[in-house]
């Protein structure tokens, strides 16, 4: 079974950091884009961030862009999302998504994470 499994949510205050986790298993991971996206209340999922199979090129939502890094660990079929200067309006379950070659800003992926909340108070 192929799953991915999203970590590190929480509450934090405005202005604050929190670092996401994703793990993917069950398949090998090869070739694949994995990212990040995020739905708020009331909002559509949006794209956070995407990160190639090889971790050297990155791409970010204008909205995020100088406030979070997206890394990859290849070895433990991880990715990251470091998000600082964290505002309120970044409150959102944070998905954790992979695609075969790449993710662009797409919101079809081949295989999506359960999410994890992030609520960041003011």
């Known amino acids: 079974q192929v799953q991915l499994v999203e970590s590190g949510g929480g509450l934090v205050q405005a202005g604050g950091s929190l670092r996401l986790s994703c793990t993917a298993s069950g398949r090998s991971f090869t070739n694949y884009a994995m990212g990040w996206f995020r739905q708020a209340p009331g909002k559509e999922r949006e794209f956070v961030a995407t990160i190639s199979w090889t971790g050297g090129s990155t791409d970010y939502a204008d909205s995020v862009k100088g406030r979070f890094t997206i890394s990859r660990d290849r070895f433990k079929n991880t990715i990251y999302l470091l998000m600082n200067s964290l505002k309120p309006e970044d409150t959102a379950v944070y998905y954790c998504?992979?695609?075969?070659?790449?993710?662009?800003?797409?919101?079809?992926?081949?295989?999506w994470g359960q999410g994890t909340q992030v609520t960041v108070s003011s």
């Open positions: 998504a992979a695609n075969y070659g790449t993710m662009g800003r797409l919101k079809a992926n081949d295989y």
